[in-house]
T-cell receptor, first 110, second 116 residues
Framework: EDQVTQSPEALRLQEGESSSLNCSYT??????LFWYRQDPGKGPEFLFT???AGEEKEKERLKATLTKKESFLHITAPKPEDSATYLC???????????FGGGTRLMVKP | DTAVSQTPKYLVTQMGNDKSIKCEQN?????MYWYKQDSKKFLKIMFS???????INETVPNRFSPKSPDKAHLNLHINSLELGDSAVYFC???????????????FGPGTRLLVL
């Protein structure tokens, strides 16, 4: 069974204080690791897909990396508008099913 | 121009009632999904429909029945609602296979269901 664990559950940062979010996964045959952002009261918003170890993707202050066991979402010089819950999900070999982690709630204070 | 839309946004009902949630996507995708997000914020897959055929059913009680009149719509009907059904239900869509980026799932805004 595919499993995804995200840490920490919550992270408080000062504006400009860089940090990383972790996503550890177990899947038999990874067919994609996905990062989403979810704002309160809204649906998950797609950020990145990573497919193979060593792959990196960047978008503004966010950078996602992937190893064979985990993915990191690095946030450089965050701003208050980066505050949200960040969700990680993996897709295994069977169909299009995504298995999600519990998310990391990021709070960036000005 | 909303990509994935759901109605209603909020749904408050009594235990034992039957209710439906509607989902529509205008992305031209051929696969649609229903997810449940519980109070602990875990998102879990419930159903997936590809070209009007059910391809995933994650041990969801048979009180829940997805119905897809066409590939742009996937509705969720729930019979005999229970207190434990209270959650946020998200619809999503993607293209099945075809490789990146078309397989990415795009989510709707969610329907907040409260069963009293």
């Amino acid at each position: 069974e595919d499993q995804v664990t995200q840490s920490p559950e919550a992270l408080r940062l000062q504006e400009g204080e860089s940090s990383s979010l972790n996503c550890s996964y177990t899947v038999s045959g990874l067919r994609g690791l996905f990062w989403y952002r979810q704002d309160p009261g809204k649906g998950p918003e797609f950020l990145f897909t990573l497919y193979s170890a060593g792959e990196e993707k960047e978008k503004e202050r966010l950078k996602a990396t992937l190893t064979k066991k985990e993915s990191f979402l690095h946030i450089t010089a965050p701003k208050p508008e980066d505050s949200a819950t960040y969700l990680c999900a993996v897709r295994g070999p069977a169909g299009n099913m995504l298995t999600f982690g519990g998310g990391t709630r990021l709070m960036v204070k000005p | 121009d909303t990509a994935v839309s759901q109605t209603p946004k909020y749904l408050v009902t009594q235990m034992g009632n039957d209710k439906s949630i509607k989902c529509e996507q205008n992305l031209g995708h051929d696969t649609m999904y229903w997810y449940k997000q519980d109070s602990k914020k875990f998102l879990k897959i419930m159903f997936s429909y590809n070209n009007k055929e059910l391809i995933i059913n994650e041990t969801v009680p048979n009180r829940f029945s997805p119905k897809s009149p066409d590939k742009a719509h996937l509705n969720l009907h729930i019979n005999s609602l229970e207190l434990g059904d209270s959650a946020v239900y998200f619809c999503a869509s993607s293209e099945r296979g075809g490789g990146p980026p078309r397989e990415t799932q795009y989510f709707g805004p969610g329907t907040r269901l409260l069963v009293l």
